[in-house]
């Protein structure tokens, strides 16, 4: 198995930052076939996300996001690729919800109601 972790600081706040993990949310949904739950908070949400040999949270805060992820024993040769991925998408993200004028930082390595992503909101 491998371990997949991104840190992104980000000037956003919340409520864009927000709109920025649903976005990533939506996308994962439709390229990689991932289920995605979001768990909001008071100062923070919660993106979880699986399939079938992938199982991970996006942590998103006012000021950064986390993200950590577990690959199965197949997925987990493709981890380098996957990352990579995963990192363009979320940097590509970023940018626009800065407007495009913004630099992200990069690092790699509750009151809460979940919604589902797909469609409607779905709520635990």
Do not use: A, N, Q, T
């Given at each position: 198995m491998a371990?997949?972790?991104i840190h992104r600081e980000h000037e956003l706040g919340l409520a864009r930052a927000r709109k920025v993990a649903w976005k990533w949310a939506e996308e994962a949904e439709k390229k990689f076939d991932m289920e995605c739950t979001v768990i909001e908070g008071e100062y923070s949400d919660t993106v979880e996300f699986t399939r079938t040999g992938v199982s991970g949270r996006l942590i998103v805060a006012a000021d950064h996001f986390d993200l950590e992820a577990k690959l199965g024993f197949l997925l987990g040769a493709f981890a380098k690729t996957i990352?990579?991925?995963i990192q363009k998408t979320l940097d590509t993200l970023l940018a626009e919800g800065a407007?495009?004028?913004r630099k992200v930082a990069a690092k790699a390595g509750a009151k809460a109601s979940a919604k589902p992503v797909?469609?409607?909101p779905k709520k635990a």
């Open positions: 371990d997949l972790r990352e990579g991925e407007g495009g004028g797909k469609g409607s």
